[in-house]
């Protein structure tokens, strides 16, 4: 499924916050299940399944870091120039607490967090980079907070760049642009892709 920037994954708290991705497609397939989420803000690929069984095959190649997910986001600032080497943050990321739902860095408490990353362009004119980003483990908010950590918020996050960085758009540029998996009945690699919108 592709989601859009702005969308709920699953029902949130409130009656306000019910309209979401996987009602939406509940409505078609009444029995789809989620796998995985995305943050509201994130747009791109959501995978769900159609039986317990597949969700639970599914959910077990999560944890097995056997679905390679990878995202395209817009940064701040200048990153070195293109090149094909992947470049790794492994920062532990744990939940502020007084401040929920923001995560932090944090060496005594965090969990065990890595992002695969590499630049794909860079825009000197408008001091931004274009990133492609893999994430080895998978924390809420983890590519956010990871580049946030680097000195380079994600344009568009509303949660954690400075205020300049926020409103340089009206939505945060972080896209989920391809899964790739076994399938979970023939074990035949699936890949899919969505294109980034910004």
């Known amino acids: 499924m592709h989601k859009p920037a702005g969308l709920l994954s699953v029902p949130g708290k409130g009656p306000d916050k019910q309209d979401c991705l996987s009602r939406q497609v509940q409505q078609l397939y009444p029995e789809a299940l989620v796998v995985h989420r995305l943050d509201m803000a994130t747009s791109g690929l959501m995978l769900m399944a159609r039986t317990p ?8 190649a999560f944890a097995a870091r056997t679905i390679h997910k990878r995202y395209v986001a817009v940064v701040n600032g200048c ?5 094909s080497h992947w470049q790794c943050i492994d920062l532990p990321i744990a939940l502020d607490w007084p401040n929920r739902p923001r995560r932090i860095i944090s060496l005594e408490t ?4 890595q992002t695969r990353w590499q630049v794909l362009y860079t825009d000197t004119t408008h001091q931004q980079t274009r990133v492609l980003l893999e994430p ?3 924390r809420s908010h983890q590519l956010r907070v990871h580049l946030l950590a680097i000195g380079h918020a994600i ?3 509303r949660l954690y760049a400075p205020e300049i960085v926020a409103i340089a758009s009206e939505r945060l540029l972080l896209h989920a ?4 998996f076994a399938h979970p009945l023939h074990g035949q690699t699936l890949r899919f892709e969505s294109p980034v919108p910004f």
């Open 53 to 60: 069984a597949v969700q639970q095959v599914l959910n077990q």
């Open 79 to 83: 990153l070195s120039a293109p090149t």
């Open 136 to 138: 080895i483990t998978g």
């Open 110 to 113: 965090g969990k065990p967090s």
């Open 155 to 157: 344009v568009g996050d």
């Open 177 to 180: 642009n391809s899964l790739e």
